[in-house]
Nanobody
Framework: VQLQASGGGLVQAGGSLRLSCVDS????????IGWFRQAPGQDREFLAA????????FYADSVKGRFTISRDSANEVVNLQMNGLKPEDTAVYYC????????????????????WGQGTQVTVSS
């Protein structure tokens, strides 16, 4: 598994970005794929997750209604659409996979995700 996040950049407050996460192999049906972010000096923060097979989604309250996670099964991509961006959204954004042996509830804990991409920088100017 080798994840790669892309789509970050500089945007003005109120703007939008769409981040993408691809796996060098494939997203297996048992995977959950999550998006996290980390700002300087802060802990890694959960944003959203999606179950690859069922498409079930799970969001942090802090981004619910502004961010949307989705999967493109044909192209093996997980996207994070971010609208209404705020300066406090500035961070490095990571995608991660959680490999499951059996169905499990969605998780917001970074420690439960097995593989991580290198991150993409999102900067929101005021």
């Amino acid at each position: 598994v080798q994840l790669q996040a892309s789509g970050g950049g500089l945007v003005q407050a109120g703007g939008s970005l769409r981040l993408s996460c691809v796996d060098s192999g494939r997203f297996f049906s048992s995977y959950h794929i999550g998006w996290f972010r980390q700002a300087p000096g802060q802990d890694r923060e959960f944003l959203a997750a999606i179950a690859w097979r069922a498409g079930k989604t799970f969001y942090a309250d802090s981004v619910k209604g502004r961010f949307t996670i989705s999967r493109d099964s044909a192209n093996e991509v997980v996207n994070l659409q971010m609208n209404g961006l705020k300066p406090e959204d500035t961070a490095v954004y990571y995608c991660a996979t959680r490999r499951l042996l059996r169905p499990a509830p969605m998780s917001s804990f970074a420690s439960e995700y097995n593989d991580w991409g290198q991150g993409t920088q999102v900067t929101v100017s005021s």
